[in-house]
């Protein structure tokens, strides 16, 4: 009997530990750990959404990589960041002479470069000076909802277009020529064209020692950068009673036309002993002379040191050649453009001047190997 007591009392002690241990709480994590544990994922988050922001979304070539093209310095170069949304951006220029096509490299360049931020760029093309055709391209890229458009500027018939655009919202950039002097434009990119022909009225003097008959041919009367530089001439030489002006004529900017201009000047001026070109075609002129045989004699300044240009440059037919920048012309103000609607970085100043240099015979190899 006793023995069967002692065994039930070991069993009922046994029980009750089993119920103790089972009913004893959990171990619960500290204070200090838990906010160990907090911290560390706050900081670790806080880490990943910095490296995130600071690190500017989608893939693109980084503007310290950019290729550029040979004998070119871009001024202005894209920040390293991709468009939210897409972008569109029209840059037009006229394409019937070299010049133009000088511009369209640069145009093209900044094309390629924007390809990747999310940019879509628009190389449009007007076939003259015509300001209603112009107008019309104007028109077309405004209704067509374009964020900005770059354009050559060539005079106050557009003023009424491009404050149009600029009302809607839209980036007016112009280059080469102002279009008009009172525009709402944004930004301006060229050379000061009464600056270009005071320097080619200088050189002009210059070369003719101060004395003698001379004739202008521009490219279009109704353009207001080559009657800038028309009239930027004339105030040099028209100081100088011993020069005297025989001629001047309009070439739209043609080289064709030019190399007919020419002709006729000298056959009715044999002892022509300058000659001004204010825009397209010199190359035109400078053949002129020399199938005529008179290179020696008469001293032709002119604009634009291009590939149609260098050659007689540098065998001295050209005599001066005052460059403007056309690849920069092309290029920067759709570089702008483009920094100004994703990162509110457009042009420093409201007017860019590309000041230029006088190409002559002795330095033009050297100021623009990559034409040689």
Known sequence: MLKKTLVTLVAVILCVAMLVGCSAPAETPS?????????????EASTEASTEASEPAGDFTPAADLEIPAGKTPLSLPVDQVAEEPLKIATIMVQNNPFGAAVLVGQNWAKEVLADRNCTVDCL????????????????????GYDAITFFGLSEALQPTVDKGVDAGILMYAFNTEPGENSKRQAYYGQDGTYGGQECGKKLEELMGGEGKYAIITGDFTVLGHELRRKGAHEILDANDKLEMVAEVENNDKAEEAYTQTTNILTANPDLKGLYVTAGGPSGAAKALEDMGLQDQVMLVCHDVLAESAPYIANGTIKGCMDQDPFNQGAQPVIDAFNQLVAGEGPKEEITWYEGVMATPENVKELFPELF
């Open 125 to 144: 093309s007007v076939e003259d000076f015509d300001p209603q055709k112009w107008t019309s391209v104007l028109e077309n890229c405004i209704a067509s």
């Open 31 to 43: 204070a200090e750990a838990s906010t160990e544990a907090s911290t560390e994922a706050s900081t």
